[in-house]
């Protein structure tokens, strides 16, 4: 007899299904954490973003630190797509 739940769900893809689902449930955490803390410091706030588009990183940030901060995260999160992206075209023998 042939186990249909294989042939359907691979086992790999139902690990990272919760694994995906486990890290926003880690992540509404935090922020909610963080809503709530009484450590309120008045003072500069510096605040930067990666956008992805395909395999190409937009970085913007409000000081040269921050801006140097997401661009190593550009470089990481570009990495880790393109690692998946090959990973997925060998499979996972």
Known sequence: MV????????DYLFYGIIIGIAL????????????F???????HVET???IIIGP???V???????SLLMLILAIVLTTLVLLTYIIGLKGWT
Do not use: A, D, H
């Open 48 to 50: 930067g973003g990666v």
């Open 60 to 66: 913007f940030g409000s000081s040269k630190n921050i």
């Open 3 to 10: 186990n249909q739940t294989n042939i359907l769900w691979p």
């Open 37 to 43: 803390s009484g450590t309120r410091k008045e003072g």
């Open 56 to 58: 190409i990183p937009i």
């Open 24 to 35: 926003i449930f880690v992540g509404f955490l935090i922020i909610f954490i963080g809503m």
